[in-house]
């Protein structure tokens, strides 16, 4: 009887495509001046693959990478490593801009995860400070820079959506050169009712065949 319980219960629980797993990274979640494989960006790259300047007070909306090899503004700039480059408006190669906020956005996709169960671990740097961050058009309190001699750390752990999400960072300059630069991990588990991994399913399936012998062996 116990037997034929625990297979109903392992039964019903597969069928719901509940999984086990433990949280999974959030792929499509990149750095700042990285390629799709997360390498970083050579200097004077136009355009990154994963943020757009959506808001600015004048000038250019494209965007270029900077690193040590352009020298100025990098030193003072915190200087390069192999997870993120500098990226800001391409007006000219030391970054230069009006005064005013810049809005810098990139996305990633939740598609199969559960949002409530997501977060995201980081650092950035601005140049001149990070006067907020977003997460689909909300603002995270409390979450901005002291400038870009030192990263500043945020984590955000609610306001995620099922599907695409957008991160907006707003940087003020106060003139001269502007820069952002965003280094950060996320993960989340599945969603309910996702497909459990054939792994996961393997596992159950020798839980049941033991379960199964065991009763055997003993009558």
Known sequence: ????????????????GISVAQASPI????????????VVLAN??????????????????????????GGYPIGPWLADDALSDWI?????????????DFT??????????????????????????GTSLLLNGIVAVGMKTTGYTVWSPFILTSGFI???????FVVHNNGGPTGLRVEMTGDASAAIGAVPEPATLALFGLGLMGVALGRRRKH
């Open 104 to 129: 810098y956005r990139t996305s990633f996709d939740l598609t199969g995860f559960n949002p409530l169960s997501a977060s995201i671990t980081g650092k950035w740097a601005t140049d001149n400070p």
């Open 44 to 69: 004077g790259v136009i355009g990154d693959p994963h943020y757009s300047l959506v808001s600015v007070p004048g000038g250019t909306s494209t965007i270029m990478t900077r690193t040590s090899a």
């Open 162 to 168: 099922a599907g695409i999400n957008t991160l907006d």
């Open 1 to 16: 009887m116990k037997f034929n319980r625990m297979v109903m219960i392992s039964t019903a629980f597969l069928s719901l």
């Open 27 to 38: 792929t499509t979640l990149y750095n700042t001046g990285v390629d799709a494989s997360g």
């Open 88 to 100: 800001g408006p391409a007006n000219n190669s030391q970054l230069n801009g009006p005064v005013g």
